[in-house]
């Protein structure tokens, strides 16, 4: 500091001044200076990530990829670790989209919770256009979960192994896993993927789960079993893909609760809540105390580990293509501006 500057400082700014720069001066002054904590600073705080997913098209905006880089501790890829795009040939693998998207995380020091390796959707032809005998497609998932987990050991937090295996009323979903294999397909590519990467968690994960009833009853059923066969099961995915005209899940918190019970983590996995078009204040309102709530549920449970939004951004969303009419469900909208929803989680993780 100049010697005049020093002068006219005085003995108190000349105190305040060497505080500052020691760190030491808290309150206004210090915060006027401070940067805004983000999502994940303030979910670090309760021991909890706060993530989004992401997907490769998208990785070109620059602005985009600045408010992921910030804001967030945990990315998903949306797609680019599923069964159609790592091994679009059998027996012939391309992980680039991944790898892409866990060098960004990485990049970023964001951790990554990998998407999925056993689901009846987004399958390739090869495996989904011919009849298979039970060794044949047992070698075949073995082979494809082993080899995919063994390119991510030490670089993914955890694996979706197996994704939406039940229906609505709780029993199990016709895939061409389940009716080849059986439900024993489900212990079975929990254990190899351990195999694989013992130091991975092991998460299932579904839609329609977040409520006690009975598609979460099957799911507390099955872990259970799982557990106590000594099957390597650590976490359970609540994707939580709500929609403003079917009402909140009251008993969200009691579920959560109930599955920590078990030993098991959970997690938030694919969060998003979507609405009616056009988007009103008072829907947006509406959806702000839903993202609100939903958060502290998980702050409130100590088994929780943390919330992902499926990517942060209507720019970006999934849900006008899958719900026509329907849409704004996310805590940006699609000009990256934050929306009452952003606000509404910041409230809940202070």
Not at 142 to 157: A, D, F, P, S
């Amino acid at each position: 500091m100049p010697r005049t500057s020093r002068t006219r400082l005085g003995l108190a700014g000349v105190l305040t001044a060497v505080l500052v720069g020691a760190g030491a001066v808290t309150g206004p002054a210090a915060q006027a200076h401070e940067k805004p904590r983000t999502l994940a600073d303030l979910a670090e705080r309760h021991g909890r990530y706060f993530g989004s997913a992401t997907d490769n098209p998208e990785l070109t905006d620059t602005a985009y990829t600045g408010i992921l880089g910030d804001e967030f501790d945990m990315i998903t890829p949306g797609n680019g670790m599923k069964w159609y795009a790592t091994e679009p040939q059998q027996g012939v693998f391309d992980f680039s989209a991944g790898d892409e998207i866990v060098n960004l995380a990485r990049a970023h020091h964001q951790k990554i919770r990998a998407h999925t390796l056993v689901w009846h959707s987004q399958l390739p032809g090869w495996l989904t256009d011919r009849e298979w005998t039970a060794p044949e497609l047992r070698a075949v998932l073995k082979n494809h979960i082993q080899t995919e987990v063994r390119h991510y050991r030490g670089k993914v937090y955890s694996w979706d192994v197996v994704n939406e295996a039940f229906n609505e009323d709780g029993t199990y979903r016709e895939t061409v896993f389940y009716k080849t294999l059986g439900p024993g397909y489900i212990a079975d590519a929990l254990r190899w993927a351990h195999q694989a990467d013992p130091k991975a968690r092991l998460y299932l994960n579904d839609y329609n789960v977040e409520a006690v009833g009975p598609k979460s009853d099957a799911y507390y059923a099955l872990a259970k079993e799982l557990k106590a066969q000594g099957v390597p099961l650590h976490g359970f995915g609540l994707q939580a893909h709500l929609a403003l005209q079917y009402g909140y899940p009251a008993s969200l918190e009691d579920n959560l609760r109930r599955f920590g019970r078990l030993g098991l983590d959970t997690a938030l996995t694919e969060v998003d809540v979507r609405m009616q078009l056009p988007a009103t204040e008072e829907k947006l309102a509406q959806q702000a105390d839903w993202y609100r709530d939903l958060t502290k549920a998980c702050l409130a449970v100590r088994r929780c580990a943390g919330v992902t939004v499926w990517d942060y951004t209507d720019k970006y969303s999934w849900i006008p293509d899958f719900f026509p009419g329907e849409g704004a469900a996310l805590p940006w909208d699609e000009q990256l501006a934050p929306k009452p929803a952003y606000h509404a989680i910041r409230e809940a993780l202070k």
